[in-house]
């Protein structure tokens, strides 16, 4: 079975807990970690026939054009929480709570979704919603500090059996796992998984991540751990200092950056997290949209070289815009960037109204900021 996951907690949790359910069953399991699931990626990997393929925390939107470029020669399972297309094609099967009544960007995460697919298949696998927490929390599915839904389930089962410890406070609930270790918080487990996956895409930290989950920490995962957690420092630091000596780039509503491949070996979500942490510094216009763009690499660890002809833009706002777009001042990032995204012919992922990412053409950068200029107009 070859298993393909998202590099996120969420998609790191789910891949431990498909990995463990699957091997009981005598499976043996072939992990690929990838950052998104690129159309070129998923045509080479679905070439091959007559194998078992499972896409975790992402494809529910795209299982349509699975089954076309599948054509019938894979056994294929998604099991994602976002947003779904339906497909009646025989051999693809897609269980997204989304198509069942559930709310996938708040009662369930994929981690949790996983654990119900794991449990129907064999009760042994109860012992796995230990692991599934943590991508329920690491998605940050709270509504007033609380998991709700199916992930509160979770939580609460968890509890009963003494393996979680929920302590409420007036802003919500703060989850501690109970291990022969101690207590552990499980949004710092979260956030350990996240730079694992994301700071350490090209190194080896998806599957060190997943191997943190089913086995627990070792001497290894702490050192990658800090050795990534330098890198990802060092690299915001200098690109920070570009930044104060001219590097942000100004039109009437826009400050924008390009990072090209000065965040590698990292991950592309590092454009991301690296405007997460500058939105708010006096360096920066408040009133100005911000957006980045990183080099998407043409490497994917375990699958090959690909001619990936896109870059990857990320944006944010400070607070004070946040504010207005929250009060319908202004316009939100959900509309502004996909809008723009598609007039220059780039694919529109995953896009809310404070924080969003598409990629576009390489080239076609400035042609973006313009597009959303017109726009904003
Ligand atoms: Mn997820």
């Not at 350990?192 to 989950?213: H, K, Q």
Request: proline share 5%.
């Amino acid at each position: 079975m070859q298993l393909l996951h998202h590099n996120d907690s969420d998609g790191l949790t789910s891949a431990a807990v498909l990995t463990r359910a699957f091997e009981r069953a005598g499976f043996a399991v072939d992990r690929v970690c990838l950052e998104k699931p690129y159309p070129a990626v998923l045509r080479r990997v679905l070439e091959p026939s007559g194998r078992m393929l499972v896409f975790a925390d992402f494809a529910g939107r795209i299982a349509p054009l699975i089954a076309e470029l599948n054509r019938g020669r894979n056994l294929v399972l998604i099991l994602d929480h976002h947003k779904a297309t339906a497909t009646d094609d025989p051999r693809v099967h897609l269980l997204d709570p989304e198509l069942f009544g559930l709310r996938g960007d708040r009662d369930i995460t994929a981690s949790t979704t996983c654990l119900l697919f794991a449990r129907t298949w064999g009760a042994a696998n109860e012992d796995l919603a230990a692991v599934a927490i943590i991508g329920a929390v690491g998605d940050r599915f709270f509504v007033d500090g609380r998991l709700v839904g199916a992930n509160r389930e979770t939580a609460l089962e968890l509890a009963a059996r003494g393996l979680l410890e929920i302590v409420s406070g007036g802003d919500g609930e703060r989850y501690a796992l109970v291990t022969p270790r101690g207590r552990v918080p499980v949004d710092e487990l979260a956030r350990e998984l996240d730079t694992l996956g994301g700071a350490g895409y090209t190194a080896g930290g998806p599957e060190m991540g997943i191997r943190v989950c089913l086995e627990g920490p070792s001497p290894e995962s702490v050192s990658m751990l800090a050795r990534l957690r330098a890198i990802q420092e060092h690299a915001f630091a200098d690109e920070l200092r570009r930044l104060r000596s001219g590097g942000m780039k100004l039109t009437p509503h826009l400050q924008w950056i390009h990072v090209h491949d000065r965040f590698a070996p990292m991950g592309v979500k590092m454009i991301g997290a690296f405007l997460d942490e500058i939105k708010n510094l006096s360096d920066l216009d408040p009133r100005r949209y911000l957006a980045g763009f990183q080099a998407i690499p043409s490497a994917v660890p375990g699958v090959g070289d690909f001619e990936l002809s896109e870059v990857k833009v990320s944006m944010r706002v400070s607070d004070a815009m946040a504010e207005g777009i929250r009060a319908g001042r202004l316009l939100g990032l959900d509309v502004l960037l996909p809008e723009a995204t598609a007039r220059v012919g780039g694919f529109a992922d995953a896009c809310h109204s404070l924080t969003a990412a598409t990629t576009v053409p390489i080239g076609a950068e400035a042609r973006l900021i313009d597009e959303m200029e017109r726009i904003l107009a």
